[in-house]
């Protein structure tokens, strides 16, 4: 009884302050219109007395505070050594300066790279040995085997060993498919490197034989 006492007081007070809004907005600012509720009415009153060109007429605009974004990325290849470093999205433009630069934090997660943040994480630390193993590996056998064997090992060493243990054949099966892209990217590179070199020194004899 008491909550339906309080609940039909609220309801009470709620319609005589949104009656008196409504009142006060339109006869301050001569404006109404069926199906808008007080404080709309109230509301555009106040856009309809500001001038026509000022800076945000009929619209309200908030600057508001954004947190400061951070983006990592992990880095597990042969190319660099660094620690960390900084890479821009800029340097994968096709053409000129664009309109919106990307500064991404880059960490080593090579294994013997950023000790401390391995430590800490110890699910990036044993990836980091699964993948140092798998290069170990390739240089006594295939890659097949070379995965194969890893996943043994770190399953022995207890290195991740509930997710190999249970995803086995999917890891498996993924890394033989990230290194064969890995080496696809690579000859693919080098080969380009090396057609680039032969157009030039083929372009340096014809300079030659046109001389003489």
Same mark, same amino acid.
């Given at each position: 009884?008491?909550?339906?006492?309080?609940?039909r007081t609220?309801?009470?007070?709620?319609?005589?302050?949104?009656?008196?809004?409504?009142?006060?907005?339109?006869?301050?600012?001569?404006?109404?219109?069926?199906?808008?509720? %007080?404080?709309?009415?109230?509301?555009?009153?106040?856009?309809?007395?500001?001038?026509?060109?000022?800076?945000?007429?009929g619209t309200?605009?908030?600057?508001?505070?954004? %947190?400061?974004?951070?983006?990592?990325?992990? &880095?597990?290849?042969? *190319?660099?050594?660094?620690?960390?470093?900084?890479?821009?999205?800029?340097?994968?433009?096709?053409?000129?300066?664009?309109?919106? +630069?990307?500064?991404?934090?880059?960490?080593?997660?090579?294994?013997?790279?950023?000790?401390?943040?391995?430590?800490?994480?110890?699910?990036?630390?044993? &990836?980091?040995?699964?993948?140092?193993?798998?290069?170990?590996?390739? +240089?006594?056998?295939?890659? %097949?085997?070379?995965?194969?064997?890893?996943?043994?090992?770190?399953?022995?060493?207890?290195?991740?060993? *509930?997710?190999?243990?249970?995803?086995?054949?999917?890891?498996?099966?993924?890394?033989?498919?990230?290194?064969?892209?890995?080496?696809?990217?690579?000859?693919? &590179?080098?080969?380009?490197?090396?057609?680039?070199?032969?157009?030039?020194?083929?372009?340096?004899?014809?300079?030659?034989?046109?001389?003489?």
């Amino acid at each position: 009884m008491g909550v339906g006492m309080q609940e039909r007081t609220r309801r009470i007070l709620m319609t005589i302050c949104g009656v008196l809004v409504c009142g006060f907005s339109v006869g301050m600012f001569n404006f109404s219109a069926l199906g808008l509720d %007080p404080f709309q009415v109230f509301t555009h009153g106040i856009f309809m007395i500001l001038p026509a060109g000022a800076p945000g007429f009929g619209t309200v605009y908030a600057a508001i505070n954004l %947190p400061t974004p951070r983006y990592v990325v992990f &880095y597990n290849g042969l *190319d660099r050594r660094e620690e960390t470093f900084t890479q821009y999205l800029s340097e994968s433009f096709a053409g000129d300066e664009g309109c919106i +630069e990307v500064a991404v934090r880059t960490y080593n997660i090579n294994y013997g790279h950023n000790g401390e943040l391995l430590e800490k994480c110890p699910t990036l630390n044993g &990836y980091a040995k699964f993948v140092s193993m798998v290069r170990e590996n390739l +240089e006594m056998m295939e890659l %097949p085997k070379a995965v194969e064997h890893a996943v043994t090992e770190c399953i022995r060493q207890d290195i991740l060993k *509930d997710f190999l243990v249970a995803q086995r054949n999917e890891v498996v099966a993924m890394s033989i498919y990230e290194y064969n892209e890995e080496y696809a990217m690579r000859v693919t &590179y080098e080969d380009g490197e090396t057609a680039g070199y032969m157009r030039g020194k083929k372009k340096e004899r014809k300079k030659e034989e046109d001389r003489t």
